[in-house]
Every structure is written in structure tokens, then in C-alpha cells.
């Protein structure tokens, strides 16, 4: 996050947003079952294939298995999206994490080398001559 030009890892923050990511990612998956148990009700609407000579179902079913087949490759791609999502999240907020933490290390590091500094009894700032 950013404010005024400084930087910091709000991992409460990167938490909340993984949370909701994954609530997402459950969408295409509930909506996928509810679609399957919907088309199981309506299977046999338009006829039969064991019905010998079922011109209705012959003519029918290949679009209709095509359009159910399409909205289920649909979901799962939305699925697959949002999987992709919480990778990249995930890296993104590895690589903010570790950034943050060797800035706080340079920084913690920083100000003990200027207690010693300041610290050297001779006043030579624990430099040798």
C-alpha cells in the first residue's frame, strides 16, 4: 500500500482480498452443479435416443448438447480464471512480503549500525584510524 510515497505490506489487507478471491472462485462451481441438476430434469424433453425414428430428437439434440456443453466449458473457464487470479495474487503478494521484509531488515540494520556509531566511546565512531 501507498501513502505519500511510502510503502508496506498490509498483509491483514492481502488476507481479506485472498478470502474473498476464494468465496468467488466457489461462483462457477455452484452455478455448474446447479446447471447440471437443472438440464438432469429436462433430459428426454425432446425425445429419445433409443426411439427409433425420433426425427425431433435427431434433429435437436446435437444443438442442444452442443449449448449445454458450451455453458459448462464456460464455467469451468471462469473457474480456471479465477484460479489464475489467486496464483498471481498469491506471487504478487509473496514478492511484496519479501521486499517489505529486507527493507525492514536494511532499515533495522541501519539504525543499529548508527547506535554503534554514535555509541564508540572514543568518538571515532567506531571507525579504526
Known amino acids: 500500500m501507498a501513502v505519500s510515497g511510502h510503502y508496506w505490506a498490509d498483509r491483514q489487507k492481502q488476507q481479506q482480498i485472498l478470502a474473498r478471491l476464494e468465496e468467488i472462485r466457489g461462483f462457477p462451481v455452484k452455478i455448474r ?3 447440471l441438476a437443472g438440464i438432469a430434469r429436462y ?3 425432446n425425445g429419445h435416443e433409443e426411439a427409433i425414428g425420433d426425427s425431433f430428437y435427431e ?3 446435437p444443438e442442444y448438447e452442443k449449448a449445454n456443453e458450451g455453458v459448462i466449458g464456460t464455467l469451468d473457464a471462469y473457474g480456471e480464471g479465477i484460479d489464475g487470479m489467486i496464483i498471481g495474487f498469491l506471487k504478487q503478494c509473496e514478492s ?3 521486499t517489505n521484509d529486507h527493507a525492514i531488515d536494511l532499515i533495522e540494520q541501519g539504525m543499529v549500525d548508527q547506535d554503534e556509531f554514535e555509541d564508540s566511546a572514543d568518538g571515532s ?5
Open 59 to 61: 434433429k435437436t439434440n
Open 125 to 129: 565512531g567506531g571507525r579504526k584510524p
Open 33 to 35: 452443479e446447479d446447471f
Open 96 to 98: 511484496i512480503g519479501i
Open 43 to 45: 433430459k428426454g424433453w
